[in-house]
């Protein structure tokens, strides 16, 4: 099959620490970037405006929660607010006059700074009163955008952001939208892929597993947990600047509420907690479901020939949503990054699977 | 500032913090047991106010029947919450229960606009709207018989939690696996407080749903009972009663001092602000114990 490892050796250490040891991971790899790079040239723009984009997006934002839940070991209810702190910044940098390419640097370091308040939380509490506190802290966060003028330009209020300018040329198709949003997730892919073989991503998952157990073995968890949460917080930010340029175009504090926290933790939860392939999963099932549920509940109700009311129909696909979080975390709790793998472990050896046991 | 009027907020305030302290008992209770924090307390109020309204609606019943139905019928789903989500969880990372009851919470609140629609309807109980006058304040008076269930509540729990039940349920709080080794059955003790907090929630639904109507808002709820729940400290039956009324009392009193500065809606961020504080300064609240894990 594809996966085949047999005949792989590896004869020195850098082959084997290498990011895809095995060749048809590579391929695989390949073949999917240059489909990726290719895409405008064979989607409609529907699919690629309204389904490519928000997902390449959505994955970004769903690593970087990954980076804290799944590796740091830290919950995070508050992610949608520093994603909106990102997303603000930009728009009022580039509102000023910032070039775009400056104005989601900055909008990375100010959720940075923001989003390492709720580092100090981690630092005092965890667990259970960790995630009550970040959850209070985006109902501040949320409140504090929408009551302050200064940022959302008044309650209720929509800022119109500025075109996406790269080096002074503005990128208005939807190609080039989609292109930016293609860099910015395969950039932070690139990152989490190679967080795994550093220093800094052993002592987060050292962090993980125990924290006392780090600190004997002299992993400073303070220190690595304010770091986890900067990183984390820096790439919500640029993605919620980049969520705004790309996909939303104006930004409205209800985009960044608890809800759209509460989703991208069930991206993380249901592609898997520490999995990259699964948070790719992770957040193209939670942005489609929806839209695949209202078609299949319009195809049922046509098929069998029963109405259902206007308030059933927007409220159901929601229904199945919490319903979905909980089978997974009842049947595979490991999500589908998890699905993924043992496929791939069955792979591997087939037809020979007697040889992993 | 009118002294009259901080006096008459304040107590106001206090009535009403009694009634989210119902909302609060029944996470204590589920978090007394089983150490799960269940973030769908406030979706099982808001299912219980529907359901109710079902009762007493759809199939025409009076309240005074539809009101324990709906207490049994709540029973029924409380201990089949735990017994088909909760109970395969036990043990696994914190992170998977809290987001297992996200789900529920979603599931529950969303389901039950499902059926019954999301549009506001009312639960009347039948309370005069005339204000009570205490001396020269002015009480809610629905708000004084909220208060009033709240304590009754409160009082009934504590009798309860002497009874052998409710000796075995504090056994299995304590500890248990100390409980499980001299035969108390722990599965059973946890499925029965989560029916007890279920039932908790139905009242607490007939309560709210009288003043603010049968909606999604009763969800909302959540916040304010977490809020008193941490800030009575998580065990704390007791705590929860006392915290509902601070928090009550200090809401009553920002809304009037700080609506004015920050242009209204200060009450959320007053919960949200008492919540971080609470964890910040005494993670386990103002009667809980003192265990509490701290990094």
């Given at each position: 099959m594809l996966f085949r490892q047999a005949g792989i050796l590896h004869t020195n250490y850098a082959q084997d620490r290498?990011?895809?040891?095995?060749p048809a991971d590579r391929w695989m790899i390949g073949g999917l970037l240059l489909l990726a790079a290719a895409a405008p040239f064979y989607m409609s723009t529907l699919y690629l405006s309204s389904y490519m984009l928000p997902w390449l997006v959505w994955t970004a934002a769903a690593l970087g929660l990954n980076l804290i839940l799944g590796w740091a070991g830290q919950f995070h209810l508050g992610y949608a607010a520093v994603m909106g702190i990102g997303a603000y910044a930009a728009v009022h940098a580039q509102r000023n006059g910032v070039p775009w390419e400056i104005a989601i640097v900055l909008a990375g370091l100010t959720a940075a700074v923001i989003g390492s308040v709720f580092a100090f939380a981690a630092l005092r509490v965890k667990g259970l009163y960790l995630a009550l506190s970040t959850l209070a802290l985006q109902f501040v966060m949320d409140w504090t955008i929408s009551h302050v003028p200064a940022i959302s330009g008044g309650t209720q209020a929509t800022l119109q952001a500025p075109d996406i300018r790269i080096l002074g040329q503005a990128v208005t198709s939807d190609a080039g939208l989609y292109y930016v949003a293609l860099v910015w997730c395969v950039l932070v892919t690139t990152f989490m892929l190679n967080l795994r073989r550093t220093a800094l991503g052993r002592a987060l998952v050292a962090v993980r597993e125990k924290d006392y157990a780090a600190a004997v073995i002299g992993v400073n968890s303070f220190y690595f947990k304010l770091v986890a949460f900067a990183t984390s917080s820096f790439i919500a930010g640029v993605g919620g600047a980049i969520l705004i340029g790309t996909f939303y175009h104006a930004v409205t504090p209800e985009q960044f509420s608890v809800d759209v926290s509460i989703q991208a933790l069930a991206m993380v939860i249901v592609g898997g907690l520490g999995s990259i392939i699964g948070s790719y999963f992770g957040a193209g099932f939670i942005l489609l479901m929806p839209g695949v549920m209202n078609a299949f509940i319009s195809w049922l109700t046509t098929q069998f020939g029963f109405s259902l009311g206007i308030e059933t129909l927007a409220h159901l696909p929601h229904a199945l949503y919490g319903a979905l979080i909980i089978g997974f975390l009842l049947i595979e709790p490991l999500g589908l990054g998890k699905i993924y793998g043992n496929i791939r472990d069955y792979l591997l050896v087939w037809p020979f699977g007697y040889v992993k046991k | 500032m009118d002294i009259l009027l901080l006096l008459e907020s304040s107590l106001n305030g206090a009535l009403v913090g009694l009634m989210y302290s119902l909302v609060a008992m029944g996470i204590v209770l589920i978090y007394k047991s089983s150490s799960v924090p269940n973030l769908a307390q406030g979706a099982m109020v808001m299912l219980a106010g529907y359901v109710i309204l079902a009762f007493s609606n759809q199939l025409g019943l009076p309240l005074w029947v539809a009101i324990p139905l709906g207490i049994v019928t709540m029973f029924i789903i409380g201990v089949g919450i735990e017994r088909v989500a909760l109970r395969r969880l036990a043990g696994r990372p914190i992170i998977m229960i809290l987001m297992m009851t996200l789900g529920i919470e979603i599931f529950l609140r969303a389901g039950s606009m499902t059926i019954w629609g999301g549009t506001s309807r009312p639960l009347p109980l039948g309370i005069s709207d005339a204000p009570l006058f205490l001396g020269p304040l002015l009480i809610n008076r629905a708000y004084a018989v909220g208060a009033g269930v709240a304590v009754a509540m409160f009082v009934l729990l504590v009798l309860f939690f002497r009874t052998r039940i409710g000796v075995v349920l504090r056994a299995i709080s304590d500890d248990y696996t100390a409980a499980w080794s001299v035969g108390i059955s722990v599965e059973r003790g946890v499925a029965l407080s989560w029916a007890i907090s279920a039932v908790v929630a139905t009242i607490a639904a007939v309560l709210w749903g009288s003043v603010q109507g049968v909606d999604q808002s009763l969800a909302l709820l959540l916040l304010k009972g977490v809020t008193v729940a941490v800030l009575g400290g998580l065990d704390s039956i007791g705590g929860a009663l006392l915290a509902g009324i601070l928090l009550g009392i200090v809401e009553g009193l920002a809304s009037i001092v700080l609506d004015p500065l920050l242009g209204g809606a200060s009450r959320e961020l007053v919960d949200a602000a008492m919540l971080i504080l609470t964890i910040m300064l005494r993670p386990h609240g103002l009667f809980g114990r003192h265990d509490i894990e701290r990094v």
């Open positions: 290498a990011l895809f040891p095995i | -």
